[in-house]
């Protein structure tokens, strides 16, 4: 679903295991009714259970991603930054080092510069800095250069910490797309356990919402970004649901709201908990195209408002990008981007 953190646990890593204990409950229930006759509502409400489920662990992923994205770009600048003070250390070396050989060659060499060559730089620069017979000028020179070299050293040991971090991330990413795969694939072993005439139902209840333009009232957008953003939300309709996807061809929740506004020229961050505090919040009441407005206590689902009480959203797989009453699932807040 920016920059874009802190890789904390996040609640639904801890909550995995009891999942799992409650698909292998749902599973043996399953297992000991007799064909056709299967808990539909029961297991109506497991499937939408996972797939809310999966919808967090998709932002989890969505932030994860991000952050990794931050921290390859952040490891590739200091490289370069790296890079760069590496040449001019070695230019002020070579510097100095031409003094010493002009020094030896007109008959003898400052022992500040014969240091120079020792084995261990830092007792060289430690050392050279002391001594009575340096001249002004190369007192300055070493002195710079014994700044830089600690400033690589310091470089150094930051880019290492963040390719670590970068390592962490991408672990945690690929936990986060394993949890979303297991909810989704035993959301759909739900799903085919079902009769032909129950799994039919729940597909027409999954889509429900409707593709083309229901009567939204005369409602206007609060800023020409906004809508902007609904136009190109309403571009999306009907596309899939792809999770972790911020279009064109599918998106998520979050990365359809990311996508549209987007089109606007507006940058907004990648998970519907940062898409929160994108703008500023207004009641439900108030709200206007173009709005975001995010669902669940976790914030953890997120539409655009459309106007006439409608919003389009990016639902969860099999449900493409649709309009939806606003109320479909408890309102946690309305941002006006």
């Not at 953890?300 to 969860?316: C, D, E, L, R, T």
Request: glycine residues 10%; hydrophobic residues 35%.
């Amino acid at each position: 679903m920016g920059s874009h953190r802190r890789l904390a646990p996040s609640g639904f890593d801890r909550g995995a295991g009891a999942a799992v204990s409650i698909l292998s409950v749902a599973a043996a229930a399953l297992a000991s009714v007799p064909a056709g006759a299967a808990p539909y509502d029961d297991t109506r409400a497991e499937m939408d259970r996972l797939y809310e489920q999966a919808e967090k662990a998709t932002e989890a992923y969505n932030e994860a991603d991000e952050r990794a994205d931050e921290l390859r770009d952040e490891v590739g600048t200091a490289r370069d930054r790296i890079a760069r003070q590496q040449q001019r250390i070695n230019s002020m070396r070579e510097s100095l080092g031409s003094l010493a050989g002009a020094q030896y060659r007109s008959g003898g060499i400052d022992p500040s510069l014969a240091l120079l060559f020792s084995d261990d730089p830092d007792d060289y620069l430690d050392k050279a800095s002391r001594l009575d017979r340096i001249t002004a000028h190369q007192a300055g020179e070493l002195k710079e250069l014994q700044q830089a070299m600690r400033e690589l050293a310091q470089d150094r040991a930051e880019t290492a910490g963040k390719l670590r971090d970068l390592e962490k991330s991408r672990k945690a990413v690929a936990a986060h797309k394993k949890t979303v795969e297991h909810k989704l694939a035993t959301a759909r072993r739900l799903l085919n356990s079902l009769p032909d005439s129950e799994r039919d139902a729940y597909g027409r209840a999954s889509r429900s919402g409707r593709y083309g333009i229901p009567e939204l009232g005369g409602a206007t957008a609060a800023s020409g970004r906004g809508a902007a953003a609904v136009a190109a939300a309403r571009s999306a309709l009907g596309k899939p649901y792809i999770w972790g996807a911020n279009g064109p061809s599918g998106f998520d929740c979050s990365g359809l709201t990311q996508w549209s506004y987007a089109q606007a020229g507006v940058a907004l961050p990648r998970t519907s908990q940062a898409q929160r505090y994108a703008g500023r919040q207004v009641p439900l009441s108030e709200a206007r195209p173009g709005d975001l407005v995010l669902y669940r206590g976790d914030a953890s689902h997120v539409g655009m408002y459309m106007g006439n009480g409608q919003v389009i959203h990016a639902p969860y797989p099999g449900a493409p990008v649709r309009y939806d009453p606003v109320g479909m699932m408890p309102v946690s807040s309305v941002t006006r981007v």
